[in-house]
């Protein structure tokens, strides 16, 4: 199992991912900083980091690391028990966490129903079946199972884009290359596994 200081070090690293104050109308999540939305600074008791009353913009201005940490720490890594995954898988689902919520444990589930049967219930919620299930999986697959999940996650990020034009921006540059979404998803994947630039270019074709 992970340790306080790789938890913390997972975390920081989620944080430099995520980067500062970003407030774009085409992100669903709203005003987000180091990852964190102003939706989930809603959520918490001590939301109102600028002491005003409300929780709004500027409490998200107002959001240090620290705190980006803390949350990350408590609500996306030991609240939903990703502490209990093969460790190997932990860096993964808590990076995809942040991003997706509890579409990240879904994915998960659904790769596990193939590689590890019997099925077990898609919810989003990590509970003793998920653990069973990804213990035999990774007991089986090793280090496959890390990249598949990579894979799946990268994939889940396509399906978005495919849907969601205004999202396309986030899989793939300016300049037509692999964006911040697919580049993200890839750091937990075998190289071997990446898409190549001429792999990328056909998948986005049909985005125009």
């Excluded at 938890?7 to 995520?18: L, S, T």
């Excluded at 929780?55 to 609500?75: G, K, T, W, Y």
């Excluded at 396509?158 to 300016?174: E, H, L, N, V």
Aim: charged letters at 30%.
């Amino acid at each position: 199992m992970s340790t306080k200081h790789d938890v913390r070090r997972m975390a920081e690293e989620i944080v430099a991912r995520e980067g500062a104050f970003v407030n774009d109308p085409d992100d669903p999540g709203g005003a987000t900083k180091y990852g964190v939305t102003i939706h989930t600074l809603r959520n918490i008791p001590w939301g109102d980091l600028d002491g005003d009353g409300d929780i709004d913009v500027m409490d998200v201005r107002a959001l240090s690391q620290d705190h980006a940490i803390l949350i990350f720490e408590e609500r996306y890594f030991f609240g939903p028990r990703i502490d209990e995954l093969p460790e190997a898988l932990q860096a993964t689902v808590f990076d995809m966490y942040v991003n997706a919520g509890a579409n990240a444990v879904k994915l998960l589930q659904r790769l596990l129903c193939e590689m590890a049967p019997p099925e077990i219930a898609v919810d989003g919620v990590i509970g003793p079946q998920t653990i069973a299930a990804a213990n035999r999986a990774w007991e089986r697959a090793g280090d496959r199972l890390v990249d598949a999940y990579g894979i799946e996650r990268r994939n889940f990020y396509f399906r978005i884009a495919d849907r969601r034009p205004a999202s396309r921006k986030y899989a793939r540059t300016r300049a037509g290359g692999k964006g911040g979404w697919i580049k993200r998803a890839e750091e937990f994947i075998s190289p071997e596994y990446h898409m190549t630039d001429a792999q990328f270019q056909a998948r986005v074709a049909a985005w125009g």
